[in-house]
């Protein structure tokens, strides 16, 4: 059955490292910011699975760390935060090595 779920991504901060545990084959839909914290929304099939997906959050002039392998998921920008002070957090999903 597909469904479409909101995750809240607890902890959230730049430089954190967060892992979710979705349906296999979940489709990110949106990222996006709520009561200050990051959520992502994806569409499921509850009858799948459930996997481990680990993603990573920077915000603009951070380093990339060079040892993972990441793509690029998504970037919330977050002027609206009460105490953000950055512009944008740019949001990273590990992906296994090819």
Same mark, same amino acid.
């Given at each position: 059955?597909?469904?479409?779920?909101?995750?809240?991504?607890?902890?959230?901060?730049?430089?954190?490292?967060?892992?979710?545990? %979705? =349906?296999?084959?979940?489709? @990110?839909? /949106?990222?996006?910011? *709520?009561?200050?914290?990051?959520?992502?929304? $994806?569409?499921? &099939?509850?009858?799948?699975?459930?996997?481990?997906?680990?993603?990573?959050?920077?915000?603009?002039?951070?380093? %990339? =760390?060079?040892?993972?392998? @990441?793509? /690029?998921?998504?970037? *919330?920008?977050?002027?609206?935060?009460?105490? $953000?002070?950055? &512009?944008?957090?740019?949001?990273?999903?590990?992906?296994?090595?090819?």
């Amino acid at each position: 059955m597909l469904t479409i779920f909101e995750y809240p991504l607890v902890g959230a901060q730049h430089f954190t490292e967060w892992t979710v545990e %979705l =349906p296999a084959g979940a489709e @990110l839909l /949106h990222f996006g910011v *709520v009561a200050d914290a990051p959520h992502l929304w $994806a569409r499921v &099939d509850l009858a799948l699975p459930v996997v481990r997906r680990t993603f990573y959050v920077f915000t603009t002039g951070d380093t %990339l =760390p060079s040892e993972r392998i @990441l793509e /690029h998921r998504a970037t *919330v920008h977050t002027p609206l935060l009460r105490n $953000a002070w950055w &512009d944008a957090w740019h949001i990273f999903e590990e992906v296994a090595r090819g």
